[in-house]
């Protein structure tokens, strides 16, 4: 009796030795995949959004930085401004008029003071619009002189000489005219004129391309 007992004692803390040996495993198992599942729930749907919410950022920076100007709707733009001035220059002058030869009865003379104006631009009507990859393009022609003229209202005459036989007043005040404006085209200093017009109208003209470009590149080009 004593060994059967002994025996049944020992089968039996054995037994229950197994049953928490295996609860406590399947106890373990549970409540990993109730921890794994709560992470799952609670933290998946936020890296998706943040994955989604990096993507759409990224679509949006490539649609941000990508050119979408309508260069046909640009070109028409320039098309219709035509010929504009940019630069615009003053020469005052100071001019010896003589007319005859012949002291007290043909000789006619006198010194003329006078004021010039130029000015000079582009012909906006040919400007040109393109794309090449990201960068705008824009072809801009030289600028040329489109105006010189002698401003009549700033005529002074000095030092003015009569002869008896001097003819028509208005003759000489017209010769004189032409000499001013010839005077002036040869000493006006066109060549600084026509850089400060073509700097001017590059300036202008990137002004304008970037109100439709979006931020793009754009790059000016003489012609």
């Known amino acids: 009796m004593r060994d059967q007992g002994y025996s049944e004692g ?3 803390r054995k037994g229950i030795s197994v049953k928490g040996v295996i609860g406590l495993v399947l106890g373990t198992a549970l409540l990993s995949t109730i921890v794994v599942g709560y992470i799952f729930l609670k933290y998946m749907p936020r890296t998706a959004d943040a994955v989604t919410s990096t993507v759409a950022s990224r679509l949006i920076d490539d649609a941000k930085s990508a050119p979408k100007i309508d260069v046909s709707y640009v070109n028409s733009k320039f098309r219709e401004m035509g010929e504009l001035t940019t630069a615009e220059m003053t020469y005052d002058g100071l001019l010896r ?3 005859g030869n012949i002291p007290l009865l043909t000789q006619h003379g006198f010194l003329m003071s006078y004021s010039a104006h130029a000015r000079a631009g582009i012909d906006f009507s040919q400007v040109r619009v393109w794309l090449e990859g990201e960068t705008v393009v824009v072809s801009v022609p030289e600028a040329v002189v489109q105006v010189m003229y002698v401003d009549n209202d700033s005529i002074a005459i000095y ?3 009569h002869a008896l036989f001097e003819g028509d007043g208005k003759d000489h005040l017209k010769t004189a005219l032409v000499n001013a404006e010839a005077d002036a085209a040869e ?3 066109t060549g600084m004129l ?3 017009a073509g700097a001017q109208a ?3 003209v990137k002004d304008l391309v970037s109100q439709f470009a979006y931020g793009a590149e754009i790059r000016v080009e003489r012609r």
């Open 159 to 161: 030092d003015e000489s």
């Open 10 to 12: 020992v089968q039996n």
């Open 187 to 189: 000493n006006l200093d």
């Open 97 to 99: 008029y003589d007319q």
């Open 194 to 196: 026509l850089d400060k």
């Open 202 to 204: 590059e300036k202008l």
